[in-house]
């Protein structure tokens, strides 16, 4: 499987960032062994030293699928989840600039913690989705996902011109602001609505 991620799909998070709202969806991937499941907790990589959190609401594909037309992406979909997006922002800084690809900044061991996915019926309008990150029991980051810049479906549409998605694909859709470092012994809690589907620490 591969995990396809959005980057700058939030204004209010490309600014803080310092980066242009994009005009079309700026796309880059994590392989399979940047997955960490069942809240394992993680542990902070020795090559960083500003690892931050990127909370993002996370589409699980159902079937191979190749040109879909943005209608038709719902029948695609079987799963709706959160993750984090762990980015090594000193590593993604010097990349940025010189022009370089983001591949070490992100796509690392263990760089994107995901939740257990609910069933898409729990959510008729996926741009009508509210969640959030707590780091130690403050609330950090609120995402509505009716503030994307490109919608899901716009999101898989576009992505499928160039990849394919198959069965058990991720689809990371973007952050909203909020974004910071994280330290050892942090406690992550991450929710979906009313759910707490997130919960582990970085060691
Ligand atoms: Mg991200």
Known sequence: MKIICIGRNYRAHAAELNNPVPTKPLIFL???????????DIYYPEFTQDLHFECEL?????REG?????DFVHTYVDGIGIGLDLTARDVQS??????????LAKMFNNSAPVSKFLPPEQFPDLQNVRFRCDINGETRQEGHTSDMIFSVNEIISYVTQFIT?????????????????????????????GDKLLDFHVR
């Open 58 to 62: 996370v589409i699980r594909i159902s």
């Open 30 to 40: 994590k392989p399979d062994t940047s997955l960490v499941r069942n809240n394992k």
């Open 165 to 193: 998605v198959k069965k058990g694909d991720l689809i990371f859709t973007g952050t909203p602001k909020g974004v910071g470092p994280l330290h050892i012994d942090d406690h992550i809690e991450g929710y979906l609505e």
């Open 66 to 70: 190749k040109f879909i037309q943005p």
């Open 94 to 103: 010097e990349a940025k600039e010189k022009g370089h690809p983001w591949t």
